[in-house]
């Protein structure tokens, strides 16, 4: 492919005696991949569902390739059983050793919710992960790839970093900061931009990444972790930003990755006397993928944490509070929970977690009571469908699936009443069934066509 000129002189200095393995690398085909989503399925279940051959990936848990058009379109998709990712893009979350766990999470800029949704099942049970994003219509998505993946325990913000710093003061035992940047391991993917790539932009990237980095570093717990990402090459934006960082912020240190994820990868160039092999690049020469650098930073010292707000959530009034516990009672198993109101909704609120004033979304959005019914949204379903009384299991294959899915009502055995839909098993979303006949209450924004 073409490359921009400058960019090609940058990358032969960087790579040496390597670039004609990039060079060649950079003419075949990108490859695409999916990921098993634990919230609602495991690898190896849903690798029996697809109707297309998958290929796993040796430094992801969950992570496959795989080569089929429309994925898209599959309702194990709408159910939220897997997403789908570019295989360097897991890298990063994969990459943080499978022995350590996590109670709060922060992905500081978290569209469209990769990251956010895999490091989801990294979590303790009563951990939480607060999902931001600064663009508002980005974040719109956010909330619905979260709402669609089933995650039961996330906050999602729309705030520039510097906002999220102020709330936060040293709270989460893992920051994601997966920063934009100039998109240089991505131009196979998105030849257009590397038709927009500049020795300016990469600049201008690496100066707004280190303000992302000091913002992350104050959310950042004591004996946290501090996860740095780009899909660049660059070594302003990468090994030199994270040089700069450490003299910063000597109260962080480098940590290793997993030894699956070193296979995967190339150590980091040595920079400004630093050693720098802990972080690590992964290029289409060395793995199925595109480009991305990371490094894993843990905060050494610090002070104790504290959240600089007070919780918007509160109890629900009376009325709202009777419909949505009757609704729960009747039409989940154990539906017993903790109700908080939120906004003009009743919630499952995160466990032990002051929600910011706000917040785009927190919790399960249980439903919203008119008078003393309660209608129940969306997520409900998605999350707690498995929970509720009356379940109905469509296959993939099955003609009444495509009917949900377009919008459509079917005839079902279900008892009368709110009625969760799974497709193969994974909760999809919810219908009324009435005499024998399910009422479709699928969102019209994700219905097929």
Not at 101 to 124: E, M, N, V, W
Request: proline content about 7%; some cysteine.
């Amino acid at each position: 492919m073409n490359l921009p000129q400058k960019f090609e002189m940058r990358m032969k200095a960087l790579l040496g005696e390597r670039y004609p393995l990039y060079a060649e690398a950079m003419e075949r085909p990108a490859v695409r991949a999916l990921r098993a989503n634990p919230f609602k399925t495991d690898r190896e279940r849903l690798a029996a569902l697809l109707p297309f051959e998958t290929e796993r990936l040796d430094f992801s848990p969950d992570g496959f390739l795989f080569s089929y058009d429309g994925v898209g379109n599959l309702p194990l998709h709408h159910a939220g059983a897997f997403y789908v990712q570019e295989p360097s893009a897991m890298f990063p979350v994969a990459a943080v050793p499978q022995d350590v766990s996590f109670s709060l999470i922060l992905d500081l800029c978290a569209a469209p919710g990769g990251k956010t949704s895999q490091a989801a099942a990294r979590l303790s049970d009563s951990g939480v992960i607060v999902s931001n994003e600064i663009v508002p219509s980005r974040m719109k998505i956010l909330a619905s790839n979260i709402e669609r993946m089933g995650i039961p325990n996330a906050v999602v913000t729309c705030a520039d970093t510097g906002r999220i710093a102020s709330l936060f003061d040293s709270v989460f035992d893992l920051v994601i900061a997966d920063v934009p940047c100039s998109g240089e391991g991505m131009f196979r993917k998105n030849p257009d931009a590397a038709a927009q790539w500049s020795e300016e932009n990469v600049a201008l990237c690496a100066e707004r990444g280190a303000a992302i980095l000091d913002d992350a570093a104050s959310c950042t717990a004591e004996g946290g972790y501090l996860l740095f990402s780009t899909c660049t090459f660059s070594l302003e934006e990468n090994e030199k930003q994270v040089s700069a960082f450490l003299d910063r912020h000597p109260e962080f240190e480098l940590c290793p990755f997993s030894k699956e994820a070193v296979s995967a990868t190339l150590p980091g160039v040595d920079v400004d006397g630093r050693d720098m092999s802990l972080t690590r690049r992964f290029y289409p020469f060395v793995s199925e993928g595109e480009g991305q650098f990371a490094a894993l930073l843990r905060k050494c010292c610090g002070h104790t944490g504290s959240f600089c707000y007070t919780d918007c959530l509160t109890a629900p009034p009376a009325n709202v509070k009777s419909a949505a516990e009757s609704f729960l009672c009747e039409n989940l198993n154990g539906g017993r929970y903790e109700l908080r109101a939120y906004k003009d909704s009743v919630v499952i609120p995160p466990p032990a977690f002051p929600v910011p004033k706000g917040a785009f979304a927190c919790g399960v959005t249980v439903g919203a009571v008119a008078g003393k019914v309660l209608k129940p949204h969306h997520q409900l379903f998605s999350c707690k469908g498995r929970e509720f009384v009356r379940q109905t299991e469509l296959a993939s294959s099955d003609p009444s699936m495509a009917k949900y899915l377009s919008g459509e009502g079917f005839y079902t055995d279900s008892p009368d009443g709110w009625t969760a839909v799974l497709a193969d098993g994974c909760p999809l979303g919810g219908g009324k069934a009435v005499s024998g006949y399910l009422k479709n209450h699928y969102p019209k924004g994700l219905r097929s066509l």
